[in-house]
């Protein structure tokens, strides 16, 4: 008769759990990799990052283009404007990675390493990050083990996001924080709630009224820098795309995500969003999550401060709302 001697507690666990993974039985942690990818010639060259689980996926499975928000944001969703500096796209591409999606993030054009590509200001428009974001689209479709693309666009990329997704072959829409109303409106109510002056906002006012019948005005101090000349063209093109139309010409399925402590865009630009998107649009409201999808709470002060903090996670409730929607999305 053979005594065996009774097995260590925490060794023997260590031993199951080993044996449960090589058996399949538990998931192995992804391996995650990431590699440079560039688009374009010469000074015409964009940068991105493409991230992957793994470097030869097993099967076909949706990846995810992350288009950034407006102004100088770069592909991890960081500004060079002081105490903007969240890291929300790259924090999103690392959980992609780790629930076994690829995603591709890119610098825009004129922003970080794709800023040698950047036109001159008074000659760019939306439609040109549109264009990019097409052509970014079709670099990651040809990936290897890539299904189809979920376009993925976080305040004005949710924007771009769905005017490229109307333009070529898609199987998702997930826009974060886009707004929903006119973008004079949404800057209005912006600039209110920064406490400007009722002259300032007659000022403005009447540069969207010039703006919106394609002139342009000269410079107001009052209202500098967002209203400089050579930027107005460039505000003049995103007024000729309305977001509720632009979500309205999108055939793929459409997830619109909104924090509920957002200062920037409000729910309201989210239900609206819902409702002039086709059949089969999911609205998911965050309680507590701000535009740069942190817990956060409501007053400015304490809300404004998380964007600050490139180490502070996204709000638990982000990433099973995204993953959620990429499990009913059918490769194609």
């Not at 992350?66 to 924090?91: C, E, F, H, Y």
């Not at 886009?178 to 109510?189: E, L, Q």
């Not at 009447?206 to 394609?214: F, H, R, S, T, Y």
Request: proline share 9%; net charge positive; with cysteine.
């Amino acid at each position: 008769m053979t005594h065996c001697r009774p097995r260590s507690g925490w060794r023997w666990a260590i031993l199951s759990l080993l044996l449960a993974v090589t058996q399949g039985l538990v998931p192995r942690p992804a391996l995650a990799t990431e590699r440079p990818v560039t688009l374009g010639t010469g000074s015409d060259t964009l940068y991105a990052t493409l991230s992957r689980p793994d470097a030869a996926p097993p099967t076909r499975r949706p990846a995810v283009l992350l288009i950034a928000g407006s102004g100088p944001t770069d592909r991890d969703g960081n500004s060079t404007l002081p105490g903007v500096q969240p890291a929300t796209l790259k924090q999103i591409a690392q959980a992609l990675e780790n629930a076994g999606y690829v995603s591709l993030r890119f610098d825009k054009r004129g922003i970080a390493a794709s800023r040698a590509a950047g036109p001159d200001e008074t000659k760019l428009r939306l439609d040109t990050y549109v264009d990019d974001a097409v052509a970014w689209t079709r670099v990651l479709a040809a990936e290897p083990g890539v299904g189809c693309v979920v376009i993925l666009g976080h305040s004005e990329g949710a924007l771009i996001g769905a005017l490229a997704a109307a333009k070529t072959s898609v199987c998702g829409l997930i826009s974060i924080a886009g707004a929903g109303r006119p973008f004079d409106v949404v800057v209005d109510a912006q600039i209110r709630a920064q406490g400007a002056s009722e002259d300032v906002l007659k000022q403005v006012d009447a540069v969207w009224a010039e703006l919106k019948a394609g002139r342009t005005v000269p410079q107001i101090p009052a209202s500098n820098p967002l209203f400089r000349p050579s930027v107005q063209p460039y505000l003049s093109s995103v007024l000729a795309h309305p977001p509720t139309d632009a979500i309205a010409a999108v055939t793929a399925p459409v997830l619109v995500l909104q924090g509920q402590t957002d200062l920037q865009v409000t729910e309201e630009d989210a239900r609206h969003l819902a409702v002039a998107a086709r059949r089969g649009t999911t609205l998911v409201l965050l309680p507590g999550v701000n535009h740069v999808l942190k817990t956060a709470p409501a007053d400015r002060a304490g809300n404004v401060a998380t964007y600050a903090d490139p180490a502070r996670p996204l709000d638990p409730a982000v990433m099973p709302a995204i993953l959620t929607f990429l499990k009913q999305m059918t490769p194609k």
